[in-house]
């Protein structure tokens, strides 16, 4: 899943449940949209859990722009 | 030494020994008699009180400057600048190649100067700012690649949401080579294309600031393609590049949790979505088992419902016979009436009728009309003798007559009324006299 579908997906997902909520669904309908609905509950979760971030630092290589992991003794409190 | 100089050696050699003994200086000083021809460079004296020096900016140095300010005269300044001879006239100057308002008054003139340019470009216009995404996949940090800034922000990102990758633009925040850092980090966020930018500053004075308030840096942030948050000094400090930002947060921190959300927050939203899911397709089919165990009570062996409706349908059709003849009967009954009092009320009757009468009232109109003419006859008969009887001059066929004065005709009735020898007439039953009274007696 892309991205910026996320908020999509989730915005679909509450559509869905409103319309199951209105219970004007046929019996085959509303197992459609069950079926949709927990597929995108899977495809966001899928998307939160995914591996730990990366946290990278820019840096100019020769004119060129490089990658190096963040420092981390940055990140300890002396300034 | 030589014995004897040529003045352009001698000026020369004045212009080794500036650049000898003062290289680069900074001078501070008011800008007095500032003029700028159309070669584009300024001239002007940098005064104090007691002094002055020639001074000179070339087209162009101005840019170099990370205050987007305009020259003026009286104004207060500090510049990095050479000391130089100009030969042709053997005058010394100042090149100045870098520019500071000096004071808070000037910076400000400065930052004011900028904001009002900028804002007529369109700069701020909210319909120019580009939405933030809801999910990044990588954020791009532009600031200090040290200090508490970084460190908040990726703290609070990890703490949030720590699928989300980031990339640190590391960049002084503060002094001459700080804005041209900054350019090139957001050119290069936008070259390796993150999903969102956060440009961010820890507290400092308005002057600590004074990168994030340079044309360049709104520039470089005007023109991203890519969404930017700026976090710059504290909560009340408003930079440029907070204006031209696609969104303003009041601190580095709040940037971090403006960009990312929190994971547990989207969790617990997407498990409270999935929860409302499982319960309502479990009470659709609840619904749906409960109908069908209705229906299937309710359903019996299709012999049992024919039997049924069998029955009724030959009550129904008993009730309706009955109640047919009845309503026959009754409009049989109508009908009689109605065609007697039909017959009554026909109109060939009516004329017999009629007829039978106009006869009858022809009849005694004429029996009333003969009696009524019989009894006028006698009448006339009876008045006529009675008339008879009446009618003076009837009575003279007895004999009688009478006498009339003459000439005014009257009938005499008392002897006095006429005189001896009036002439009068006698009127008797047939004929007439005209005799005079001899006598009267």
Not at chain 1, 22 to 38: P, T, W
Not at chain 2, 350 to 376: F, G, H
Request: glycine residues 6%; proline residues 4%; aromatic residues 8%.
């Amino acid at each position: 899943m892309a991205k910026e579908k996320f908020e999509e997906a989730i915005k679909r997902l509450e559509e869905i449940v409103h319309t199951m909520e209105r219970g004007d669904l046929s019996l085959e309908e509303s197992l459609k949209a069950f079926e949709e609905g927990i597929k995108l509950v899977r495809l966001c979760t899928k998307k939160l859990e995914e591996a730990e971030r990366k946290v990278e630092m820019l840096i100019k290589n020769e004119g060129n722009i490089d990658f190096i992991p963040f420092p981390e003794e940055n990140l300890k409190n002396n300034g | 030494m030589k014995d004897v100089w040529t003045v352009s050696e001698l000026n020369e050699d004045i212009k080794n020994l500036f650049y000898e003994h003062y290289g680069f200086l900074w001078v501070e000083g008011e800008v007095s008699d500032l003029r700028r021809p159309s070669s584009g460079h300024f001239y002007f004296y940098l005064k104090d009180e007691n002094s002055r020096i020639r001074a000179v900016i070339f087209r162009g140095t101005n840019s170099l400057s990370p205050f987007a300010f305009e020259l003026e005269d009286g104004m207060h300044i500090t510049c990095r600048a050479r000391l130089t001879v100009y030969s042709p006239r053997g005058e010394y100057q100042l090149i100045i190649d870098r520019v500071e308002p000096v004071g808070i008054g000037a910076l400000k003139k400065a930052y004011e100067q900028l904001k009002a340019k900028l804002e007529a470009e369109g700069f701020f216009d909210a319909a120019r700012k580009k939405p933030i995404p809801f999910l990044p996949n990588r954020i791009g940090v532009v600031t200090s690649p040290t200090g508490a800034v970084i460190r908040d922000i990726l703290n609070i990102t990890a703490r949030r949401c720590p699928t989300v990758n980031i990339v640190v633009a590391p960049v002084r925040v503060q002094g001459w080579e700080a804005p041209g850092e900054i350019v090139e980090a957001i050119e290069n966020m936008n070259k390796i294309g993150v999903d969102v930018i956060i440009l961010a500053r820890g507290g400092g004075s308005f002057e600590d600031l004074y990168p994030f308030n340079t044309e360049e840096v709104a520039r470089a942030i005007f023109a991203s393609s890519i969404p930017i948050v700026s976090a710059i000094g504290h909560e009340t400090d408003y930079t440029i590049s907070d204006f031209v930002a696609d969104l303003r947060a009041p601190t580095p921190s709040a940037a971090a949790e403006l960009v990312v959300p929190s994971r547990e927050d989207l969790i617990n939203t997407l498990q409270s979505l999935k929860r409302r899911l499982i319960n309502l397709l479990r009470k659709e089919m609840d619904r749906r088992l409960l109908q069908t165990i209705d229906l299937e009570r309710r359903l019996r062996h299709p012999r049992e419902v024919i039997e049924v409706y069998k029955s009724r349908l030959q009550s129904l059709e008993r009730q309706i016979h009955r109640w047919l003849l009845y309503q026959i009967r009754g409009f049989n009954r109508e009908v009689d009436h109605l065609s007697q009092r039909l017959k009554t009320a026909s109109p060939s009757n009516l004329t017999d009728k009629y007829k039978t009468q106009v006869q009858l009232l022809k009849k005694e109109i004429c029996a009333i009309m003969k009696n009524y003419l019989a009894k006028s006859k006698e009448q006339l008969t009876l008045e006529e003798q009675k008339l008879g009887t009446l009618n003076p001059f009837s009575i003279l066929g007895r004999g009688y007559s009478v006498a009339v004065k003459m000439p005014e005709e009257w009938i005499i009735r008392d002897s006095k009324t006429v005189s001896q020898g009036d002439e009068i007439r006698v009127i008797l039953h047939k004929g007439r006299l005209l005799a005079r009274v001899a006598k009267v007696e």
